[in-house]
């Protein structure tokens, strides 16, 4: 037995379409009736079912028994569905179609169907749903005791001419179209780029079940009204899921269809925004920053400068030399808020150049800046880490690091805890007034700890915060420096104290914090970090 030309091919196809699907029917005609698993198992596809896979990728044939198990599939059936030949056979086909389009498919398949070509959807193996045309041959196939069914993929041909599915394929906004419930019916081929979803896994679905939380109930409230309203066009913004689990910026537009339009009742034209959201959050933190910077020049600058003022005057009248010199601490003093408030400004551009570098070269290089003229600090550097990030910024917080402590410590109070027994952390030694800054690799990052009085515990909670300061004459930016350039990294600096426990050192060693400030700084390692972003390992 073998299929009439009309049950295979599609006008304007071509006669390679009919003898593509001869070759199926042959196939499934020749097939020894052994058994259905032999017959579907399948071998080594032939050149002319190469070739027919090639030009026959959107149809397949199957022998189906009246009841609906699967007896043969066609070597095209993977292309369609995306499920092995071997898969499919001795299944329900039944099970494999929606379940609003199971009927007809049931009445074709009978023995005394009045229609034997049926259009509706079939499950792939993304869990979509593909649009197809089946047409089911009259007579049973008496080599599978079942029917012959022709499957062709519509779901393109369904939605759009075939002179508009170029733009669809080609075009990088993706195209949506859902039916009167806000069901997709369709999506073009761009929601692979774009989403990272195979095209047709989402047909079936509501779009609303991938938007983000935050942003379902206001998308919600404009899809549905999009639909009752044929006048609305509606354009939003919100984030949406994609197919490797991240979030997405998405602008779309929806637009009506035609009452008596075939395709669906809304088309949705959407566009990645992703990038333009964050430059937007750039500007809108750097413009905060600017305001944070307005504020601090307004008052903390024009103290100082009236103290230069005043004092120059005062020096005028009087001949005294004195006033003189408090203008020039008061000039030193608005050159460190200029220097700082840049450093804080520099932070909002992002990284520059990220390299790897090590932590102790590093260490060495920013404690030579930030304690020059300091006699009687040491610097020990006990673990040493390699870095991936910007080496300069981190630079600049070891040395706003090694300046607090310098500047904070007590000398006439130094007195470093020992670590736990066992360990071989350095200890500071030598005479009262000695100061000790430690740097050493953790199981999570690094460590700056010094033996100096320590920080108060009413100012722990405010040592972050920017203009916060317990010097009379401190700026208060040392340590949000520190902060901004650990977060401009993806990192956590957190300020550790005894009642916090050991901290893990990276050879498995634990170290009590001192007495004194210990900042710690918390990174992914490189296996944790995401392609490209910093980290730090011990």
């Given at each position: 037995m073998t299929l009439r030309p009309s049950d295979t091919s599609t006008p304007g196809r071509g006669a390679d379409e009919g003898d593509a699907s001869n070759t199926d029917t042959a196939s499934a005609v020749d097939a020894p009736r052994t058994d259905t698993a032999s017959a579907s198992a399948g071998t080594d596809a032939t050149p002319a079912e190469s070739r027919s896979r090639v030009t026959e990728a959107d149809r397949f044939l199957l022998a189906v028994a009246v009841g609906g198990e699967v007896l043969f599939a066609g070597p095209s059936a993977p292309d369609v569905v995306g499920v092995d030949r071997g898969e499919l056979v001795g299944s329900d086909l039944l099970d494999r179609v929606h379940p609003s389009d199971r009927e007809p498919v049931a009445d074709a398949l009978s023995a005394v169907a009045t229609s034997r070509t049926v259009t509706h959807r079939i499950r792939r193996a993304s869990g979509g749903y593909a649009w197809v045309e089946s047409v089911v041959d009259e007579e049973l196939a008496p080599q599978f005791a079942g029917r012959i069914v022709t499957v062709r993929r519509v779901d393109v041909d369904r939605t759009f001419p075939e002179r508009y599915r170029a733009f669809l394929e080609y075009g990088s906004d993706l195209v949506t179209v859902v039916d009167g419930d806000g069901v997709v019916v369709y999506e073009s081929p761009s929601v692979a780029e774009v989403l990272g979803y195979e095209q047709g896994s989402t047909v079936g679905r509501s779009p609303l079940g991938y938007v983000h939380p935050d942003d379902r109930e206001r998308v919600t409230e404009r899809f549905y009204r999009a639909l009752d309203e044929p006048d609305a066009s509606p354009t939003l913004e919100y984030r949406y899921r994609t197919a490797d689990g991240d979030w997405v910026w998405l602008e779309s537009r929806t637009r009506s269809l035609p009452a008596d339009s075939p395709v669906g009742e809304l088309l949705i034209n959407s566009r990645?925004?992703?990038?333009?959201?964050?430059?937007?959050?750039?500007?809108?933190?750097?413009?905060?920053?600017?305001?944070?910077?307005?504020?601090?020049?307004?008052?903390?600058?024009?103290?100082?400068?009236?103290?230069?003022?005043?004092?120059?005057?005062?020096?005028?009248?009087?001949?005294?030399?004195?006033?003189?010199?408090?203008?020039?601490?008061?000039?030193?003093?608005?050159?460190?808020?200029?220097?700082?408030?840049?450093?804080?400004?520099?932070?909002?551009?992002?990284?520059?150049?990220?390299?790897?570098?090590?932590?102790?070269?590093?260490?060495?290089?920013?404690?030579?800046?930030?304690?020059?003229?300091?006699?009687?600090?040491?610097?020990?550097?006990?673990?040493?880490?390699?870095?991936?990030?910007?080496?300069?910024?981190?630079?600049?917080?070891?040395?706003?690091?090694?300046?607090?402590?310098?500047?904070?410590?007590?000398?006439?109070?130094?007195?470093?805890?020992?670590?736990?027994?066992?360990?071989?952390?350095?200890?500071?030694?030598?005479?009262?007034?000695?100061?000790?800054?430690?740097?050493?690799?953790?199981?999570?990052?690094?460590?700056?700890?010094?033996?100096?009085?320590?920080?108060?515990?009413?100012?722990?909670?405010?040592?972050?915060?920017?203009?916060?300061?317990?010097?009379?004459?401190?700026?208060?930016?040392?340590?949000?420096?520190?902060?901004?350039?650990?977060?401009?990294?993806?990192?956590?600096?957190?300020?550790?104290?005894?009642?916090?426990?050991?901290?893990?050192?990276?050879?498995?060693?634990?170290?009590?914090?001192?007495?004194?400030?210990?900042?710690?700084?918390?990174?992914?390692?490189?296996?944790d970090a995401d392609p490209g972003e910093p980290w730090i390992e011990a």
């Open positions: 990645d925004v992703s990038a333009r959201k964050a430059r937007e959050r750039r500007l809108t933190d750097r413009n905060e920053r600017l305001d944070r910077f307005a504020s601090i020049v307004s008052h903390d600058l024009r103290n100082p400068l009236s103290v230069i003022r005043g004092s120059i005057e005062m020096a005028r009248l009087r001949g005294e030399t004195e006033p003189l010199e408090r203008g020039e601490r008061a000039v030193d003093r608005i050159d460190q808020l200029v220097s700082e408030l840049l450093t804080l400004a520099r932070q909002g551009t992002g990284m520059d150049q990220p390299t790897e570098f090590a932590l102790a070269s590093v260490a060495r290089d920013a404690w030579e800046t930030a304690t020059e003229g300091e006699e009687n600090a040491e610097l020990v550097v006990a673990r040493d880490a390699r870095v991936y990030g910007d080496r300069g910024r981190v630079r600049q917080a070891l040395e706003n690091l090694f300046r607090n402590a310098t500047e904070h410590a007590n000398p006439d109070a130094n007195e470093s805890e020992a670590p736990e027994s066992g360990e071989d952390v350095p200890e500071s030694g030598g005479d009262a007034d000695d100061l000790t800054v430690l740097v050493t690799a953790t199981d999570e990052g690094f460590l700056v700890a010094d033996d100096g009085t320590g920080i108060d515990p009413d100012d722990r909670e405010s040592v972050f915060d920017s203009g916060y300061t317990t010097r009379a004459d401190g700026t208060g930016y040392g340590l949000d420096i520190v902060r901004e350039v650990v977060e401009s990294h993806g990192w956590r600096v957190d300020l550790r104290t005894t009642a916090d426990g050991p901290v893990g050192l990276a050879d498995g060693r634990r170290l009590r914090p001192p007495d004194g400030a210990c900042f710690e700084v918390c990174a992914p390692d490189p296996a």
